[in-house]
């Protein structure tokens, strides 16, 4: 069953709100990437190399490889819901083509996954060995 203007609209107000939160989430290990649009890059703790200790260097590349990792995992969902938002905008959210055919992914799914792009049999067959 496809989805309604109101369940698709509170869908957008959810994808809106995610996307708002991510991008306040990003800011804060990083800025956006002037030279590629929808990239971010990572900002470095502010450290000095001259002065400071081996142990202090340590520190601040285990903190930056883990600024990496969150701003990589922040990024990724970003696209999800952005093409989730462009979907909307296109007149085909909520619907999975994982075999060619299209069909609605299911509300729960989107309920608890509203960037989802497949429904959870595709999703999970991705999973499957």
């Known amino acids: 069953m496809a989805l309604t203007k109101e369940k698709i609209k509170y869908f957008k107000e959810k994808?809106?709100?995610?996307?708002?939160?991510l991008e306040s989430e990003l800011g804060q290990v990083g800025q956006k990437n002037p030279d590629v649009p929808g990239d971010w890059e990572?900002?470095?703790?502010k450290f000095d190399v001259d002065t400071s200790e081996e142990g202090e260097l340590s520190s601040a590349f285990?903190?930056?490889?883990?600024?990496?990792?969150?701003?990589?995992?922040?990024?990724?969902?970003?696209l999800f819901v952005n093409k989730a938002l462009e979907k909307i905008k296109e007149g085909k959210y909520g619907i999975c083509s994982g075999d060619g055919k299209d069909h609605p992914i299911e509300f729960k799914r989107l309920e608890a996954n509203p960037a989802a792009m497949e429904c959870m049999r595709h999703a999970s067959e991705k999973f499957t060995l």
Do not use: F, G, W
């Open 42 to 45: 990572v900002s470095p703790a």
């Open 15 to 21: 994808l809106e709100e995610e996307k708002k939160k």
């Open 62 to 78: 285990e903190e930056l490889e883990n600024r990496n990792a969150i701003e990589d995992s922040l990024e990724e969902r970003l």
